[in-house]
Structure formats: C-alpha cells, structure tokens
C-alpha cells in the first residue's frame, strides 16, 4: 500500500484547475493558453514543475514533465480532459489510460465540488499576483476520500479585469487514510503568458494515433468483481484484505505510473 498515499497529490496537481459540473465555468475566454508553476509540499517531498495549459470550447490539454517513478527518468506527460472523459498519456510508451466522468472511480470527480464551493467565498482583500492586479477571495472545500473527510482551505487572486484566477494557494488539514496518518499539503498554482482567445486547433484535444488507451473503469470493476466473488467465503486470515490492497494499489499504481515520483 506504500503507493496508496500518492492518490492525494493527483489531486493537487489537477486542483489547479478548478471543476465543476460546468467544469471549466471559471474561465471567462471562449479559448486561452497559458503557463502554470506548480509548487506542491506534502510530508514526503516539495515539487515544483511548471505545464502548459491549452483551453478552447470546454475542452483542455495540460502537459508537464514529470519524473517516472519506475525508471527515475523524466518523462513528458499529457492530460486531456474532453466532455465525456480525462485521458493521462505517456507519449513515450505510447500508452495511456481514461475515465468517464460519469464515473465514481474518476480521479478528478473530487474536485467537481470546487465551483459549488466558489460560490461562497468571501473576497478578503485586494492586490498582485505577478503584474495583474487581483481580487482576493477565500472559501473552503470539503471533500471525502474513503472514509476520510479532507477540508482544504483555498485562497485565490482574480483578476480584476475579468476574474481569471491568477494564483491560487490550497492547503490541506491532516487526515487519515487506510488507517494512515497524513499531514496537510499545501499547493500553490501561479499563471503566467495567458494569451486571451487564442487560436487552438481542435486535433489538441484528441488522443494521438499510435497511443493505445486503457480503461481504468474496466479495471476498477474488475478489481471490484473479485473482491465480492471472495466476499463470505473462507480464505486464510489476511487473504481479503490482500486482495483490497491488491485491487487499490493495482488501479493506483497504474494512475500514477510514471506521472509523479515517489
């Protein structure tokens, strides 16, 4: 299970993109481009990576360069997210995975509480996040993950101009999960060279030829499937707690491969 406490900074990585429902409500441009830095401390690590974000018609592409944790090498990773699924790709494997965003299982589903939240924030003060001049407003999120209940207190600069977020900082309570104690993360997204209505070519938002894409939905159902086959039955002691563990780090580890190092 020592992969299992990755799930979370997956999190933080998307959360700078806000979701909802209307998962892309806040961005106020028909289409834009722009940079983001991501700086991220949780109890293990601080990371800083900074990805290139692309925006037109509901539809965004993310890429990064990330440090695969199998190989310890840098490897360039792509995120799309269209109107139907969120697709993780690695160019150079050729591979990739997708959920629904109907799913439960999907990875982002969480953070769709994030625009609902929004809405009650409370503006706090005034000033710049890098050379836009900005409205500052603050709200917290809750959110469940398992059995664990996770607040994150979340501080934004809008623009003035528009309301664009800027910057924003997000810092986790400490929580417990799978019986783990873990202490509280902090995540700060900072934009910079937003080009405002940008021309995007629509073939950005599509997964390349040559990429072969795994459903994650597949495998979590049958990681599910087994575990009730086995409910009720007798196996030696420990056995369905293996085949939990098993069905939870197979679908983490798979979501994480080669997305962030350890």
């Given at each position: 299970?020592?992969?299992?406490?990755?799930?979370?900074?997956?999190?933080?990585?998307?959360?700078?993109?806000?979701?909802?429902?209307?998962?892309?409500?806040?961005?106020p441009?028909?289409?834009?481009a722009?940079?983001?830095?991501?700086?991220?401390?949780?109890e293990?690590?601080?990371?800083?990576?900074?990805?290139?974000?692309w925006?037109?018609?509901?539809?965004?592409?993310?890429?990064?360069v990330?440090?695969?944790?199998?190989?310890?090498?840098?490897?360039?990773q792509?995120?799309?997210?269209t109107?139907?699924?969120?697709?993780i790709?690695?160019?150079?494997?050729?591979?990739?995975?997708?959920y629904?965003?109907?799913?439960?299982?999907?990875?982002?589903?969480?953070?769709?509480?994030?625009?609902?939240?929004r809405?009650?924030?409370?503006?706090?003060?005034?000033?710049?996040?890098?050379?836009?001049?900005?409205?500052?407003?603050e709200?917290t999120?809750?959110?469940?993950?398992?059995?664990?209940?996770i607040?994150?207190?979340v501080?934004?600069?809008r623009?003035?101009?528009?309301?664009?977020?800027?910057?924003?900082?997000?810092?986790?309570?400490?929580?417990?999960?799978?019986g783990?104690?873990?202490?509280?993360t902090?995540?700060i997204?900072?934009?910079?060279?937003?080009?405002?209505?940008?021309k995007?070519?629509d073939?950005?938002?599509?997964?390349?030829?040559?990429?072969?894409?795994?459903?994650?939905?597949?495998?979590m159902?049958?990681?599910?499937?087994?575990?009730?086959?086995?409910?009720?039955?007798?196996?030696p002691?420990?056995?369905?707690?293996?085949?939990?563990?098993?069905?939870?780090?197979?679908?983490v580890?798979e979501?994480?491969?080669?997305?962030?190092?350890d």
């Amino acid at each position: 299970m020592k992969k299992f406490i990755l799930a979370p900074f997956l999190i933080f990585i998307l959360s700078s993109v806000i979701f909802s429902s209307d998962m892309f409500s806040y961005i106020p441009y028909k289409s834009a481009a722009w940079d983001n830095k991501i700086t991220t401390e949780s109890e293990n690590e601080k990371t800083v990576f900074t990805q290139k974000v692309w925006y037109k018609n509901k539809m965004m592409r993310m890429e990064q360069v990330m440090k695969n944790q199998m190989t310890g090498k840098k490897e360039k990773q792509v995120v799309i997210i269209t109107k139907k699924h969120v697709y993780i790709i690695t160019p150079s494997e050729k591979s990739g995975f997708k959920y629904s965003l109907d799913s439960k299982n999907n990875p982002v589903a969480s953070q769709m509480n994030f625009n609902k939240h929004r809405k009650n924030a409370k503006k706090t003060g005034s000033g710049k996040a890098g050379n836009v001049k900005c409205d500052i407003y603050e709200y917290t999120v809750s959110m469940d993950i398992g059995a664990s209940k996770i607040k994150t207190r979340v501080k934004e600069w809008r623009a003035k101009k528009d309301g664009f977020i800027i910057k924003s900082l997000s810092k986790t309570d400490p929580y417990k999960i799978m019986g783990r104690a873990i202490k509280g993360t902090t995540s700060i997204s900072e934009i910079s060279k937003l080009k405002k209505n940008k021309k995007i070519k629509d073939s950005m938002f599509k997964v390349p030829k040559g990429i072969e894409i795994k459903s994650m939905d597949a495998m979590m159902n049958q990681s599910y499937k087994l575990l009730k086959s086995n409910k009720g039955k007798k196996v030696p002691p420990g056995y369905m707690d293996s085949i939990k563990d098993k069905a939870k780090d197979d679908a983490v580890n798979e979501l994480m491969k080669g997305f962030m190092g350890d």
